[in-house]
């Protein structure tokens, strides 16, 4: 695909279930995002991941959420125990680097905390 | 702290309009400005990105100026089109070395036939 793909496109859980959400950056981009865009909160960074660098946790709202980086390609954000709250679009971006260059977002990861 | 307004919140216009989309940032010391579009449902579609160095940037029926001493960037949107109709935001990056962009709450445009 040319584009970042991400899946489920929706999830809806229970409260205090743990969730992943997976996100597949465009081919030969080494810098990938996660970013949460609630109703009221607009878009909020969360992650990053460079090559091989320590990632900039920053933005993780708790430590209940966290983000793995795999062959420097797929990426998973794991929600653990998840609240109402945590109800929202989470979007993944990649870059060909870090640095100038644009960001592409995935079409987003609907999540509903029941 | 970094903060991107945007105005109007909304806006309805009918087609062929030319019109103009405002994006406000407290910082003026950015490294880049993006313009994204967003359809209902959707994720984010990068329009244009102006580096700082720069002024505008034009695709097609879009351009985008920058004035970073005054914090603004303006989206010009040229004979508006029906399929135009979604929400339009605006980010900032703050330097080289910071990963994240800011988003301002977004402007959401309809254009009716």
């Known amino acids: 695909g040319a584009g970042v793909s991400q899946s489920p496109s929706n999830k809806v859980t229970e409260k205090g279930k743990d969730v992943e959400l997976r996100c597949d950056p465009i081919s030969g981009h080494t810098a990938l995002y996660w970013y949460r865009q609630s109703l009221g909160q607009g878009l909020e960074f969360l992650i990053y991941?460079?090559?091989?660098?320590?990632?900039?946790k920053s933005g993780l709202p708790s430590d209940r959420f966290s983000a793995e980086r795999t062959g420097g390609s797929v990426s998973t954000l794991t929600i653990q125990r998840t609240q109402q709250e945590d109800s929202a679009v989470y979007l993944c971006?990649?870059?060909?680097?870090?640095?100038?260059?644009?960001?592409?977002f995935g079409p987003g990861t609907r999540l509903t905390v029941l | 702290k970094q903060e991107v307004t945007q105005i109007p919140a909304a806006l309805s216009v009918p087609e062929g309009e030319n019109l103009v989309l405002n994006c406000s940032f407290t910082d003026s010391a950015i490294y880049n400005l993006q313009w994204f579009r967003q359809d209902p449902g959707k994720g984010l579609t990068s329009l244009l990105l102006i580096q700082s160095s720069q002024r505008e940037q034009t695709s097609g029926r879009l351009n985008a100026s920058l004035d970073k001493s005054s914090g603004r960037s303006t989206l010009y949107i040229a004979a508006s089109q029906p399929g135009d109709s979604a929400t339009y935001l605006c980010?900032?990056?703050?330097?080289?070395?910071?990963?994240?962009?800011?988003f301002g709450a977004g402007t959401r445009l309809a254009v009716h036939p």
């Open positions: 991941f460079q090559g091989n660098s320590a990632p900039d």
């Open positions: 971006a990649s870059s060909i680097r870090q640095g100038d260059n644009e960001q592409f």
């Open positions: 980010a900032v990056r703050k330097g080289r070395g910071y990963n994240k962009l800011i």
